[in-house]
């Protein structure tokens, strides 16, 4: 079946603009978790979604950070007046409860 | 304290070598217990589950330590193909990563 994706693969941008990124999960995955993953670095939590439940939001760095989820499907991330350090791969992943997480392929993301 | 620590290595040993890895973790209460590995510039993808009896796959061998709140990974006669960054993961409520242990096999 089909697995985790991500688009774009690729999004280079200026300063200061804004940016979407986007996942669609394992269909009928109730968990959806972003991550971020500098080069060289580990995975860095940013947000949490499960069923309908309020999302985790406790590791988005700023304010300038916020993701949606429509029900149990697509969730996008969007970065606003984006910086240079916000420079990485995005990684999305979805898993139906206690069980193994499913990666998408990330987003890697490039401010110029 | 981070929910999940590993020692980040690098870990280098020759094709052959046995080498195993520890994590730890804080939170008495986790329920499910996993290895991930990660190759450069990919998505990590699972390895194993981490079973309280222990449990073994091929070459593989994972064990949970309730008590001690470590586990391990345990990979016997490496290959080459086993380079990569191993990511120990727990989940209580949601995933906790660590921030992996990279393995260097060389010939």
């Known amino acids: 079946g089909a697995g985790v994706s991500q688009s774009p693969s690729n999004k280079v941008t200026e300063k200061g603009k804004d940016v979407e990124l986007r996942c669609d999960p394992i269909s009928g995955h109730t968990a959806l978790y972003w991550y971020r993953q500098r080069l060289g670095q580990g995975l860095e939590f940013l947000i949490y979604f499960q069923g309908n439940s309020a999302p985790d939001k406790s590791g988005l760095p700023s304010d300038r950070f916020s993701a949606e989820r429509t029900g149990e499907s697509v969730s996008t991330l969007t970065i606003q007046r984006t910086q240079q350090e916000d420079s990485a791969v995005y990684l999305c992943?979805?898993?139906?409860?206690?069980?193994?997480?499913?990666f998408g392929p990330g987003t890697r993301l490039t401010v110029t | 304290r981070k929910e999940v620590e590993q020692d980040p290595g690098p870990f280098n040993v020759p094709e052959g070598a046995t080498v195993a890895f520890n994590c730890t973790y804080s939170?008495?209460?986790?329920?499910?217990f996993f290895w991930y590995r990660q190759d450069c510039r990919k998505e990590p993808k699972l390895l194993m589950s981490v079973y309280s009896s222990g449990n073994e796959d091929g070459r593989f061998t994972a064990q949970l330590n309730r008590a001690s709140q470590y586990i391990s990974l345990l990979i016997r006669d490496s290959k080459l193909s086993d380079s990569a960054t191993y990511l120990c993961?727990?989940?209580?409520?949601?995933?906790?990563f660590g921030s992996g242990t990279k393995l260097n096999v060389k010939p």
């Open positions: 992943a979805s898993s139906s409860g206690t069980g193994r997480q499913y």
């Open positions: 939170n008495s209460a986790s329920q499910s």
């Open positions: 993961v727990v989940n209580f409520n949601k995933f906790y």
